[in-house]
C-alpha cells in the first residue's frame, strides 16, 4: 500500500482531547458486501445496508480491490455519464487512468486523488493502462460519491488532480499513526482538495499497539472504513477488520486503536476516515444520476439520451483489451 509516507517524529502531532470533550460512540458497524463494477473489476460495498441519513452528504463508496490481476485481467470502466454529485477515486496500488468530455483527466497511482465535480452533466472513463492490462500487478483503490446540495446539482463539471504529496500530513499525539488529510480539515489542518459540500476526507495508517485520537467537527457526521488491518474503535473497544464500515454518533473526536498484532501482509491499521456536513434534501438517484426529485432524474437520463451531457473526444481512451 504505497500511500504516501513520512516519519512522524517531525510532523505536527494532533492534540489529545480536552478535559469536557466528547467522544462520538459507535453507533454500529457494518460488514461490507462484495460485487463487481464496471467490465467485471470486484469491489467491496462499503455503505450497503446503512441507511442514507447516517451518511449524509455521501451517496456510495466502493473499495476496488485489492487484488492481484494476472496478466490481462485488469479491468475498469468504458465511458459513462454523471450528474448530480462529485465522484472522489483515490489509488493505493496500481494505476488508473481517467478522461472526462469536460478536458478533464490524468493518470493516477500511489496515493494519489482525482476529484471531479459531475454537476449539471458529464462523461468520463476510468480505465486501467495498456502495461498494467499487459503485465498484471496489484490494484487497490477507493471511489466515492460525494452529493452537492440542490444549489450546486448543475454546477460546471470541474476536475481537480491532487497527488500524493499534495496531502496534508500529521501525527497522532502518540506518533504512532499518520494522517493524510486529502480534503477538508482536521484541527485546523487543511487538505488540498476543494469541495462544493464542507467534507472531510483523510487516510490513516495506524501502527500495531498506537491509538488515533481525531478531533472532529460536531456539525460532521463522521465515518470510518477499514481498508485493511484490525483494530478497535471507541473507549468501549467495538472490533474492526478489514471491510467494516464504522457509523459514530454526536460529539467532537473519535478513537481509533489498532490492534497489537496484525498480519504479515497487512502489517498496520489502515483506515479511512470522512465526515460532512449532511445535506438534508430529499434524493432521487437512479444509477449514474443523484437528484432531487423523479422528474430531474427523468430529465437527466433524456438529456443524457439527447447528448446534452457531452461528447465523447476524438481519440478519447478505450479499455485496452489486447
Known amino acids: 500500500m504505497p500511500a504516501v509516507t513520512a516519519d512522524t517524529v517531525t510532523l505536527p502531532r494532533l492534540p489529545e482531547p480536552v478535559a469536557g470533550a466528547v467522544e462520538r460512540p459507535v453507533a454500529g458497524v457494518h460488514a ?5 463494477e464496471g467490465e467485471g473489476f470486484p469491489v467491496r460495498r462499503a455503505f450497503a445496508g446503512v441507511p442514507l441519513e447516517a451518511l449524509d452528504p455521501f451517496i456510495h463508496m466502493d473499495q476496488m480491490g485489492a487484488i492481484d490481476y ?4 485488469p479491468r475498469g470502466t468504458d465511458w459513462h455519464p454523471h450528474r448530480g454529485f462529485e465522484t472522489v477515486t483515490y489509488m493505493l496500488d496500481g494505476t488508473f487512468q481517467h478522461q472526462d468530455s469536460h478536458g478533464g483527466g490524468g493518470v493516477i497511482t500511489d496515493g494519489a486523488t482525482q476529484w471531479m ?6 462523461l468520463h472513463i476510468e480505465t486501467p493502462p495498456e502495461e498494467l492490462v499487459v503485465s498484471g500487478g496489484l490494484f487497490h483503490g477507493l471511489q466515492l460519491w460525494v452529493n452537492l446540495p440542490s444549489a450546486d ?3 460546471a463539471p470541474r476536475y481537480q488532480s491532487l497527488a500524493g504529496e499534495e496531502a ?12 493524510r488529510i486529502i480534503a477538508g480539515e482536521v484541527d485546523g489542518h487543511g487538505g488540498p482538495g476543494a469541495t462544493y459540500t464542507p467534507i472531510t476526507f483523510l487516510h490513516a495508517t495506524v501502527t500495531p499497539g498506537a491509538r488515533l485520537h481525531l478531533p472532529w467537527r460536531p456539525d460532521f457526521n463522521a ?3 477499514v481498508l485493511s488491518g484490525s483494530g478497535r474503535v471507541g473507549s468501549e473497544g ?4 478489514e471491510g467494516d464500515l464504522v457509523v459514530f454518533g454526536p460529539g467532537d473526536h473519535l478513537l481509533l486503536s489498532a490492534a497489537d498484532r496484525q498480519s504479515t501482509a497487512t502489517p498496520n491499521l489502515e483506515v479511512v476516515v470522512l465526515g460532512g456536513q449532511p445535506i438534508r434534501e430529499p434524493l432521487a438517484w437512479y444509477g449514474p444520476f443523484v437528484m432531487n426529485t423523479k422528474a430531474e432524474v427523468m430529465q437527466a437520463v433524456e438529456d443524457y439520451q439527447a447528448g446534452r451531457l457531452g461528447v465523447v473526444p476524438v481519440n478519447g481512451l ?5
Open 238 to 241: 467495538r472490533p474492526m477488520s
Open 153 to 155: 446539482k448543475l454546477v
Open 117 to 122: 465535480t459531475a454537476g449539471g452533466g458529464i
Open 70 to 73: 494476472a496478466p490481462g485481467e
Open 168 to 179: 496534508t500530513l500529521l501525527a497522532s499525539a502518540d506518533g504512532g499513526a499518520l494522517v
Open 223 to 225: 465515518l470510518a472504513y
Open 32 to 36: 461490507a458486501p462484495s460485487g463487481f
Open 318 to 322: 478505450k479499455p485496452y483489451r489486447g
